[in-house]
């Protein structure tokens, strides 16, 4: 029971990061109908970002969230103003160019990184690495309660920001119907520009407060891009409540089965989800709730 | 039409006669691979350039084949050459269950199944190790020490391929395929059944994937997982054969196999010895790179965007 | 023995959440005659097509063609078994050629190159759209689009022929023409349901018409004695025109 209990505790808090994680790939979707292929890429930058701050100027890698969230959200701006809109205006026989376009995105940012840092593991510590807190009998990582408790707080600010200001609601009508949207006044490709940026800089946040947590390398992004994914299909293709459900879900999923049947299969576990979504409950778990 | 049969008896008459005059093991082994990669780009175009439906993940197909092939002479001692007929049925069977769960729903559900598939399979294939013998890969003794066999089989597969690819889109299938690429509604009202022509386009292409992928286990003798189910190895390589000669044409991915091919080599080699030897290591990012540019600047293809380019270099200032 | 209906619409509904987008909706149409459906903008007139076509499933009602249910049947089924439709907001396959978006459609009726080049030909002629075969779909102007959306439906042969708004967006000497050709259908032994916002032309071609608003059925009767409903006018022009 312990060990059912410690797993299901720590599959939540990796959860709650996931969910930041998919929130950014899903916003992206529902606004510009793409899946972001580069988005686990753009959290590898995020975390070289802070890994630099730190083993350079001895930065702690929660304070460079103030340093990584903007910078990846210039990092989005340029992709989606100079790589991804321009291509809405070429006449191209195949339907996916756009998320092709990511793809190679996504490549080229995990070559630079290796060019520059090489493909050696790096890692950060911080002032409570090691600390651990005790609920009843379950341990849990201080690193990784801060981290579930920074990405709940991001959650909740973007939540307000979607609801409470007219940039947000833009962004949610756009989302919902872009003609519609378009023609009641809203400039769907400054909204596709923010949106994009927004998605990149909040990954970067799960990013920054994933490093204390995992072993940095290049090729970190595309398993991370892969759970983006798979919790944006859970979610519903668009739901940003979804994807707070997704991630978790996923979190959870991973966790126990990496308990259960061994850590080899903690990766194969998404994609059983995602298989048994696709077959059973197309439209995700938005399709079991009103959300 | 009589010009452009003359054009193509000149090329075919020029490979069949290329191992013969360019006696060089290394030459030959490029443009076997090349004409390998004919079939998979080909394949790719039947079902992304013509049907529309995108696939991210080919590496799943070609795979399935070569793995096919290897543990059939691994594990039951058989010749991998039966892997060349069983290698497509299986990979067209992947692709099979693949359409089967994705093509009944809208939306990007099939580009990201196919990425998934590659994953789940690369996965598979490392740690199933008493079938798939893991990390260290399958090795088998080669057949042939010489290469012109290799040759002229790869040669055969890329004709037969290109030959099966025009037949189709000359028919009904054909009309079909880019019907449901256009519209899909359209294309439904008018009495055509999208699921079923999406999974006809999905089989052809997964049986030509596996095939090349068993003929790869036979020419090379040696796979392993990060190999034949690499995102960017196979899938991204089939995407930029497609695009960069052009999708939705018979030529296109043909022309694209020996561009890529080329461009592969040239910086594997390091621009022949030319460049820093860093310059070999910077294939991913050239790939990624001339993803972006193509996409950019020539989204269809040498052959699609032709007239654009001959404009571009008839331009007189 | 009851005769067997030609087609029959049997008290069909549609829900959108919460919206009830057809309600209830009932008619007969008989074999050869043009059977108008009218109503103002958002009535449902389009959400019907798209339920006789399967595109949406029904909620609740049935739809009955040669005296058998087709609910249930996918969209491509409904054109084999002879009902075509056009679409309101053209979908040309655009980069086909004219005579290739009629060929593949052909298709739906023969399998061979030959015989649906053949079958496309002679549709294209028939709706005087030969001079265009070989431009590209995308490159027709409105009237064209509109035109290609018939030929297309015609070559898969249909016993019954939905029409939606095929006259919107055309000048006068258009309109003639597609009048003309609509007529041509019908005496071909097609039977057409036309869904029309011109009321010149649906008034002028029509042999019945049902009106409905707000997804219920109004009135059917002969043009002239739906021109002169009450209700139709109200609907139309608001109340205080009636």
């Known amino acids: 029971m312990t060990v059912f209990l410690q797993s299901l505790a720590s599959g939540i808090l990796i959860g709650g990061i996931y969910a930041l994680i998919g929130i950014g790939m899903t916003l992206i979707m529902g606004v510009m109908g793409i899946i972001n292929l580069a988005h686990g890429q753009l959290m590898m930058v995020g975390m070289y970002i802070t890994y630099v701050l730190f083993a350079f100027l001895k930065i702690d890698p929660y304070i460079s969230l103030l340093v990584s969230m903007p910078a990846l959200f210039l990092v989005g701006v340029v992709i989606q103003r100079f790589l991804l809109n321009p291509l809405m205006k070429i006449e191209a026989i195949l339907p996916e160019n756009q998320v092709l376009m990511t793809v190679g995105i996504g490549m080229v940012l995990t070559e630079i990184a290796r060019f520059i840092f090489s493909s050696d593991y ?82 970067a946040a799960a990013g920054t407060v994933l490093l204390p947590i995992f072993y940095l390398f290049p090729d970190i992004g595309g398993p991370f891009t892969l759970k983006a994914f798979v919790i944006t299909i859970l979610g519903g293709l668009g739901s940003t409540v979804g994807a707070i459900f997704g991630g978790v879900t996923l979190g959870i999923a991973e966790s126990l089965g990496a308990t259960y049947f061994g850590m080899q299969y903690r990766e194969m576990v998404g994609f059983v989800i995602f298989l048994l979504v696709l077959i059973f409950l197309p439209g995700g778990l938005k399709r079991l709730t009103k959300i | ?144 020490r010489s290469k012109l066999p290799y040759y002229y089989l790869a040669l055969l597969l890329a004709a037969a391929s290109m030959f099966v690819f025009d037949l189709v889109m000359k028919s009904k299938w054909g009309f079909y395929f880019i019907s449901i690429r256009e519209d899909q509604d359209a294309a439904e009202s008018l009495g055509i059944n999208t699921t079923l022509y999406k999974n006809v386009s999905l089989l052809i292409s997964s049986f030509f994937t596996g095939m090349a992928g068993a ?43 020996f561009i890529m091919i080329g461009v592969q080599e040239t910086f594997r080699s390091s621009i022949f010895g030319l460049a820093p030897r860093w310059v070999s290591q910077s294939h991913a990012l050239v790939f990624g790179l001339l993803v972006m540019f193509v996409i950019l600047y020539m989204a269809n293809g040498v052959v699609g965007d032709w007239p654009k380019i001959k404009r571009l270099f008839l331009r007189r200032p | ?101 009629v060929m593949a459609s052909a298709f739906s009726r023969v399998n061979t190159f030959g015989e649906a080049r053949k079958l ?29 959306e018939i030929t297309r439906a015609m070559a898969t042969k249909p016993e019954l022929l939905l029409l939606d708004e095929t006259a ?63 209700e139709v006018i109200e609907a139309y022009l608001g109340e205080s025109y009636a």
Request: charged share 15%; net charge positive; aromatic share 10%.
């Open chain 3, 168 to 230: 919107a967006g055309l000048n006068p000497g258009e309109l003639d023409e597609a009048i003309d050709l609509i007529k041509r259908i019908r005496d071909r032994g097609v039977t057409i349901i036309i869904v029309e916002h011109i009321m010149k032309v649906i008034m002028s071609i029509s042999d019945r018409i049902h009106a409905i608003n707000y997804g219920q059925t109004i009135t059917e009767g002969k043009p002239e004695d739906v021109a002169n409903n009450k």
């Open chain 2, 1 to 144: 039409m009589k010009r452009s049969r003359v054009i193509i008896a000149f090329i075919a008459l020029a490979l069949v006669l290329f191992p013969l005059v360019v006696k060089s093991d290394y030459y030959q082994h490029l443009v076997i691979l090349a004409l390998m990669w004919v079939v998979i780009g080909g394949s790719w175009n039947l079902l992304a350039g013509y049907t529309g439906q995108v696939s991210f993940g080919h590496a799943v197909f070609f795979g399935t084949g070569a793995y096919t092939a290897g543990i059939l002479a691994n594990k039951l001692g058989i010749s991998a050459w039966w892997g060349m007929a069983f290698g497509g049925i299986t990979a067209a069977l992947v692709g099979l269950f693949i359409g089967w769960v994705c093509f009944r729903l809208r939306g990007p559900y099939f580009a990201l199944a196919t990425i998934a598939a590659g994953e789940i399979f690369r996965l598979i294939a490392t740690t199933w190790e008493s079938l798939t013998e893991g990390m260290v890969g399958i090795m088998i003794l080669q057949t042939f």
């Open chain 1, 122 to 203: 790096k890692s950060t510590t911080t002032a409570f690495s090691s600390q651990v807190f005790f609920l009843g009998t379950i341990s849990l990582n201080a690193p990784m309660v801060i981290a579930f408790v920074i990405a709940v707080a991001l959650t909740l600010i973007l939540f307000w920001f979607l609801l409470k200001t007219d940039l947000g609601r833009s962004i949610r009508a756009t989302a919902q119907d872009k003609e519609a949207a378009t023609l009641m006044g809203v400039n769907s490709g400054r909204i596709t520009i923010i949106t994009y940026a927004l998605g990149a800089a909040l990954v």
């Open chain 2, 215 to 257: 003929f790869y286990m036979n020419y090379m003798a040696f796979i392993d997982p990060h190999v034949v189910f690499s995102l960017h190895y196979i899938s991204i390589m089939a995407i930029l054969v497609g695009i960069i000669g052009g999708v939705a044409t018979i030529w296109g991915p043909a022309l694209g196999a």
């Open chain 3, 1 to 101: 023995m009851i005769a067997v209906s030609f087609f029959e619409v049997r008290e069909i509904s549609k829900r959108f959440g919460g919206l009830m987008a057809v309600n209830g909706v009932s008619f007969q149409v008989e074999p050869g005659e043009i059977f108008g459906l009218i109503g103002p903008n958002g009535s449902g007139k389009t959400t019907i097509f798209n339920l006789i076509n399967q595109y949406y499933p029904l909620t609740s009602g049935d739809i009955v063609f040669h005296g058998k249910s087709i609910k249930g049947l996918k969209t491509y089924q409904i054109c084999h078994l002879g009902i075509g439709r056009t679409f309101q907001v053209v979908k040309p396959l655009k980069r086909m050629t004219v005579l290739e978006n």
């Open chain 3, 120 to 148: 496309a030909m002679e549709t294209l002629a028939f709706c005087n759209l030969l001079p265009e075969q070989d431009k590209a779909a995308k490159s027709l102007p409105i009237a064209g689009r509109k035109r290609l």
